[in-house]
């Protein structure tokens, strides 16, 4: 459990946050310039807050009206930066080993065999780090991370740096992390496809202030809630994979419906996430006919958003859940949507893109 209450003046930025963190991965999203680093930096204790209390399981690390500030290295937290940091000289085994000096007695074992397994870090073991791509320093990091047996992970934007391959093989293993390892991390990110994938509890910043806390499901599926924007709104839905066909496409259900989607490389049964844009999203009043679409979705509108510009946000319920879609004014007034209306939703298979799509 960590628990944070801080304020803090940063030019022309003044921070007002406080939130709980559990199990899990509970990510920072919001845009640059809305705190999330200094937020993360403060949990750290490399920036010292202008006033703030901050406990981790039940400790103390900081408190400015007990002038209680443990230095970073007292308070036994693992930091994957976005560049990795490892010592150049010094190979993959030895920047993992480093880790473990830094562990105090008592500090949650963490095996070395196990992470090297779930990091797929056995064949690297001997190279030095210059020999390694991007992605795999990262997968180093964290497992050096892990070895100083912290009782939680800060991630800072740890994908931030990698290019989009890159990012998509380091995904699952932040994945395996948050579900086979009872380490808590706090992540920074503003990258939809990382919330919607990763996050167990999302808190929400804009401008210094925590605007919405909960799952992933409910933040980004919520109208009100656009951190980055409404070109980035979209919703999450939990799915489980029923079929692979043998054109290339994966059947997922959710709530009874069946949704068609780009392959995904995962056990028949397994219970997926599936983000779908908002802007992704097309509505029809009546189920559409003779579409090269394969996902048609009948839902009732919940609640539709209007923007100073020319867009609509729409919330539909559906039992697949909440999907979001992003439409003109025009469109919406031409198809007298309003709350209690019943539509169809239209999502193109190939819309979802795989990094959209995680265990």
């Not at 065999?113 to 780090?129: H, K, Q, S, T």
Request: proline share 5%; net charge positive; aromatic share 4%.
């Amino acid at each position: 459990m960590l628990d944070l209450r801080m304020s803090h003046r940063l030019g022309d930025l003044t921070l007002d946050v406080a939130f709980r963190a559990e199990q899990g991965v509970t990510v920072l999203f919001g845009k640059s310039g809305s705190g999330k680093t200094t937020v993360i930096n403060a949990v750290a204790g490399l920036l010292r807050p202008d006033r703030g209390q901050l406990r981790v399981d039940g400790d103390t690390l900081m408190d400015s009206d007990k002038n209680i500030f443990l230095p970073p290295h007292r308070r036994r937290l693992g930091y994957i930066f976005q560049d990795a940091r490892l010592f150049p000289h010094l190979t993959v085994r030895q920047n993992l080993l480093f880790g473990r000096w830094f562990a105090r007695a008592g500090a949650r074992a963490v095996a070395f065999g196990p992470v090297v397994e779930m990091l797929d870090l056995g064949p690297l073991l001997g190279r030095r780090i210059g020999a390694l791509s991007g992605g795999e320093r990262q997968r180093v990091a964290i497992g050096r991370a892990l070895l100083s047996g912290p009782r939680m992970v800060l991630a800072d934007e740890p994908l931030s740096a990698l290019d989009e391959a890159r990012k998509a093989e380091i995904l699952p293993y932040f994945e395996r992390l948050r579900d086979e390892v009872a380490v808590p991390i706090l992540y920074v990110t503003h990258s939809v496809a990382e919330v919607a994938r990763l996050a167990t509890t999302v808190v929400a910043l804009d401008a210094g202030r925590v605007i919405a806390q909960g799952s992933a499901t409910e933040v980004l599926g919520n109208p009100a809630v656009t951190p980055l924007g409404a070109r980035a709104a979209g919703a999450v839905i939990s799915a489980r994979l029923v079929a692979q066909d043998d054109d290339g496409l994966s059947v997922l259900e959710a709530g009874g419906v069946r949704l068609w989607v780009p392959r995904v490389a995962h056990p028949l049964g397994s219970g997926l996430r599936l983000r779908i844009a908002a802007h992704d999203v097309i509505l029809s009043r009546e189920r559409p006919q003779g579409l090269s679409a394969l996902n048609i979705i009948s839902g009732t509108v919940e609640e539709l958003r209007e923007g100073g510009g020319p867009g609509a946000l729409v919330a539909l319920s559906t039992p697949a859940g909440r999907i979001l879609a992003r439409i003109t004014r025009r469109s919406a007034n031409a198809l007298a949507l309003a709350p209690g209306v019943t539509c169809y939703a239209v999502v193109k298979s190939v819309a979802i893109a795989p990094e959209n799509i995680g265990a």
